[in-house]
C-alpha cells in the first residue's frame, strides 16, 4: 500500500503531555493542540518527501528508506536518523522519541510517538 496523498489530522491523544515531555513552553504547547495539521507525503520508490503544514507552520523532511537522513523532531530540531520500513509501517527513533507511522487502510494514517512511558497518537485522514 503507498503512502502517497494528503492527510488532514482527525484526532489525538495525549498530545499535551507529550509535547511537554519533549520540552514545548506551554504557550506553543496551546497554540498547536487545536490546529489541524495537513500531512502530505510523496513516495517514490524507498524515497519520501514528508510536508507537513500546522496552521503557518511548515516542516519538510526528505529521506530514502534504510538511510541516514536529517529529519526534524517535534520541537523543530534537526536529529539524525534512518528511517525502516516494515509493511505498511514507518519506523524511526530521533533522539529519545520512537515514531511509527502506519497506514490502517487507504484511508488512515496513524502516527505514535513515545518518549518514556508517554504515548502520543495522531490519526489522519486522507483527503
Known sequence: MSFAGKYQLDSQENFEPFMKAIGLSDELIQKGKDVKSISEIEENGDTFKVTVTTGSNVIV???T??????????????????????????????????????????NTLVTTMTVGNIVYKRTSKRM
Open 61 to 63: 523532511s526528505n529521506f
Open 65 to 106: 528508506i534504510g538511510q541516514e537522513a536529517e529529519l526534524l523532531s517535534p520541537t523543530g530540531e534537526k536529529v539524525k536518523g534512518v528511517v525502516q520500513r516494515e509493511g505498511n509501517k514507518l519506523k524511526v527513533t530521533l533522539k529519545s522519541i520512537q515514531s511509527v507511522t502506519e497506514l490502517l487502510d487507504a
